[in-house]
């Protein structure tokens, strides 16, 4: 319901993506543009039934502005979304999905696109939960497909965000934005300078 930075400062919800038709997974991508710099805590605030949560921070700098935002879902192994972008920014996604774990481990493996830089891989597997988080980036000169593969059928959403740099957004050709719902999952973005904040989660919704 809500996600604050240094200082208490709000982010913006840019986008959220609950899972359909089982609505087990969201993912919701948080964002701010020239946060407060230093160390600090995100927070993030909840309403209803999570079941599980991951949350991921990263911090980009040298954005000026938000592009274009996009979420998808669907029941696949092949998670993928198309944003609109410009060939001088860059995209940012967040996955939420299911992870069939062992041990607090996924079994199952995930790759991304092969334009894709996979930044971070989370799961939160317990006897009842078996969510995974994950982002990745990709630069809007590679086009605005964002995609992964799972190693089975879940039910799974995704969202990404296109950041234009300092310099401005070049003509659009792909941007998104992303969110998760169901077990839930949650991700961050954070950034300085005249940077992005953002924030991403995707969970395990009863």
């Given at each position: ?134 982002t990745s980036t990709q630069a809007g000169a590679d086009g605005g ?18 950041l234009c740099p300092t310099a401005g957004c070049a003509a659009a ?8 719902a169901g077990q839930v999952d949650s991700a961050f973005l954070s ?16």
């Open positions: 319901s809500g996600v604050t930075a240094c200082g208490g400062e709000p982010l913006t919800l840019l986008k959220a993506q609950t899972s359909s038709p089982q609505a087990s997974r969201r993912s919701e991508l948080w964002g701010k543009i020239n946060p407060t710099a230093g160390d600090c805590t995100i927070a993030v605030a909840t309403t209803g039934n999570v079941d599980g949560m991951v949350t991921i921070s990263m911090e980009t700098d040298n954005i000026s502005a938000y592009d274009d935002v996009a979420g998808s879902t669907a029941l696949s192994a092949t998670p993928n979304v198309t944003i609109s972008t410009g060939t001088n920014e860059t995209i940012i996604d967040m996955l939420a999905g299911k992870c069939l774990g062992s041990s607090g481990s996924c079994t199952t493996t995930l790759t991304s696109g092969a334009n894709q830089t996979l930044q971070k891989d989370t799961p939160y597997v317990s006897a009842s939960i078996d969510v995974r988080g994950a497909i964002m995609s992964h593969t799972m190693g089975t059928d879940n039910y799974w959403a995704l969202t990404a965000v296109a050709t792909s941007s998104v934005l992303s969110q998760v950034g300085g300078a005249v940077v992005h904040l953002g924030a991403v989660n995707a969970a395990n919704v009863a």
